[in-house]
């Protein structure tokens, strides 16, 4: 099993970072994306920006 992280488009909601955090840690996709909202309600644009750039930067699962 290979743990890189990769975008998961299949199980994605919007871009797949959430996804495919939840493939690479074993946490289930819910909570994940539950943690990504609450850090985005603290940072603001801080998180906004990082996921964009992780969905855009990071691969793609072949």
Known sequence: MDNRFV???QD???LG???GLADVTGI?????RLVMVAAT???GPIMILFYVLVG???????
């Open 28 to 32: 289930d996709a819910l909570i994940i």
């Open 41 to 43: 309600l603290i940072t």
């Open 56 to 62: 855009w930067l990071a691969p793609e699962r072949s």
């Open 7 to 9: 975008l998961n488009r």
């Open 17 to 19: 970072v959430a996804a």
């Open 12 to 14: 994605a909601k919007v």
